[in-house]
């Protein structure tokens, strides 16, 4: 009986010597992808690029597992969810996401943003509901198309589809619910179709809330600051690794933003360069982009 005992001891014990495994996570050396919007690129309240929450997911998988090799160059703010499904369809994509085992896409906000008038003054948000709903079916269509294309370029890919936050925390609050229940549905659709996809879904909007000025501070922009991205990244780490990974502040980088001005002119002298084998964009694609966003209003 006593022998027996200690048997059933040992193999409890055991199973806590044993690490821990998730059905998420990617074991191995990590290839990783950043798709989408300014969120994925890393844009800030004041208008440049910085650390995003790809840069602090790619920083933390680093610390953990061998990290072969992570680009955000197919992110570009402004980018709709019809940009992104054509940058995944380019040739500039493909030896990227056919070599990526990890990839994020944030797609879906600029189709509905740009709908939205914020007047930061009065602090009102205003919209049309019928082209809010066009928008949204937009969304969808786009997005299952994005998905589709890349299980075909990227089969062995685990895909994390990024939620949103709401973007408008210094609006009064008796205006936010209309707003805040599109960006719910807009989430909806994306974790819809990200299941109906076979790929995870990351909610985000529940570390921000409906009043989070201190992770988006700028009453007239919608990015977040670093501690927004650093509240992404741990949503999506509750996802990839069940919260087994987690950035803790004293991991955030020092701040060292560029303009975009800066990034055209260091990819024109060919000094930006993508962590290791990544891929860097044309030049000429890149300004294209630059002197469409330039004229855009502050979009995710």
Do not use: W
Not at 48 to 77: C, H, M, V, W
Not at 114 to 133: H, M
Not at 255 to 274: C, M
Request: hydrophobic residues 40%; neutral net charge; aromatic residues 8%.
């Amino acid at each position: 009986m006593i022998k027996k005992q200690l048997t059933i001891l040992f193999v409890v014990m055991g199973l806590f010597l044993v690490p821990l495994q998730t059905s998420a996570q990617v074991f191995g050396p990590i290839s990783y992808v950043a798709l989408g919007d300014s969120l994925a690129a890393g844009q800030t309240p004041t208008r440049e690029i910085d650390t995003g929450y790809s840069d602090l997911i790619a920083q933390e998988i680093g610390r953990n597992q061998p990290l072969a090799f992570y680009s955000k160059d197919l992110a570009f703010p402004g980018f709709t969810t019809t940009d992104v499904l054509e940058r995944v369809q380019s040739k500039e994509a493909k030896p990227l996401l056919q070599n990526a085992n990890v990839i994020t896409i944030s797609a879906g906000a600029n189709d509905l943003l740009r709908l939205i008038r914020a007047d930061v003054k009065s602090g009102s948000l205003t919209f049309q509901q019928i082209p809010a709903d066009y928008s949204l079916n937009s969304v969808r269509k786009n997005m299952v198309k994005i998905l589709s294309e890349l299980k075909k370029i990227a089969p062995k890919a685990q895909v994390y589809v990024m939620g949103y936050y709401f973007a408008y925390p210094h609006a009064r609050d008796s205006q936010k619910a209309g707003t805040a229940k599109q960006l719910n549905r807009l989430n909806e659709i994306l974790a819809k179709v990200a299941k109906e996809a076979g790929v995870q879904f990351v909610s985000v909007d529940a570390a921000f809330g409906d009043s989070a000025t201190g992770k988006i501070p700028n009453p007239a922009d919608v990015h977040p600051n670093v501690e927004g991205y650093r509240a992404m990244a741990n949503s999506f780490f509750n996802v990839y690794a069940k919260g087994t990974m987690q950035v803790i502040p004293s991991e955030i980088p020092v701040a060292n933003p560029l303009t975009f001005e800066q990034i055209l002119q260091q990819q024109k002298q060919g000094t930006t360069k993508a962590s290791d084998d990544s891929a860097i964009l044309p030049s000429s694609l890149l300004e294209e982009e630059f002197l469409a966003f330039s004229e855009l209003k502050p979009l995710i």
